[in-house]
């Protein structure tokens, strides 16, 4: 299958400092990416979806100047978490697809993030 | 708007025994596909299993099997002969065609006993 490559899979960074992980399609070009956010024994919730060559869609109640979103090519989306705070502490895994609407959704590995 | 529904918080299963883990869902799109994911503690997302809502039979992948009951609105997960690796979350997802967006259910956690 499809590899998908999410870097860093762990980051601890300090408040009020920004954040950046990378989303990478390997082996095929993904036209649509999509962020996630999972705080511990919850669910995934989305939080955008990253079009690649066009702005973000951002989910409600997600603050779109907080989290960042470039997909920049057809292989990378990077997510931004700028002036992080604790609470943006959490697990956040990003995934892409071949094309739009495909039948599968290929999931990175991850990133834990702690914001002391 | 879609929402996706599993009851269940957490199971216990025998080992070699089959376990259920049930998904109901919900969505005014008739064209929509449902997901299995497995979610060990590495918190990687593990595709197991896929049912489009056009398919009139119910998907198989091995070892794991979905009971798709349209009417009903539900598509629950069948493990058959657990193994103790099953052991994990498993979270349940749809999308509806119109959106492309997967949306996850609250999950399941599975405990496989030796």
């Known amino acids: 299958g499809a590899v998908v490559s999410q870097h860093p899979s762990r980051v601890i960074c300090k408040s009020g400092t920004s954040v950046k992980i990378e989303c990478r399609s390997l082996d095929f070009q993904a036209t649509t990416m999509f962020w996630y956010r999972q705080f511990p024994k919850q669910s995934l919730m989305l939080m955008a979806t990253?079009?690649?060559?066009?702005?973000?869609?951002?989910e409600q109640g997600v603050e779109k100047d907080k989290f960042l979103i470039n997909h920049a090519s057809l292989t990378l989306s990077t997510l931004t978490v700028t002036s992080a705070h604790p609470e943006d502490s959490s697990f956040y895994i990003c995934s892409a697809s071949l094309v739009a609407g495909s039948l599968e959704a290929f999931f990175g590995q991850g990133t834990r993030l702690t914001v002391v | 708007a879609q929402k996706i529904t599993q009851t269940q918080p957490g199971m216990f299963v025998q080992e070699k025994e089959a376990v259920t883990l049930d998904c109901t869902y919900d969505?005014?799109?008739?064209?929509?596909?449902l997901f299995w994911y497995k979610q060990p503690s590495s918190g990687e997302m593990i595709f197991l299993i896929y049912?489009?809502?056009?398919?009139?039979q119910n998907a198989t992948e091995g070892r794991y099997s979905l009971n798709f009951q349209k009417a009903r609105k539900s598509a629950n997960l069948v493990i058959s002969a657990s193994q103790l690796g099953d052991s994990a979350m498993y979270f349940c997802?749809?999308?509806?065609?119109?959106?492309?967006?997967?949306?996850f259910g609250s999950g399941t956690r599975l405990l496989v006993r030796p």
């Open positions: 969505t005014s799109d008739p064209s929509y596909g």
């Open positions: 997802a749809m999308r509806e065609d119109s959106s492309y967006k997967l949306i």
């Open positions: 049912q489009g809502s056009y398919d009139q």
């Open positions: 990253s079009n690649e060559g066009s702005k973000a869609t951002y």
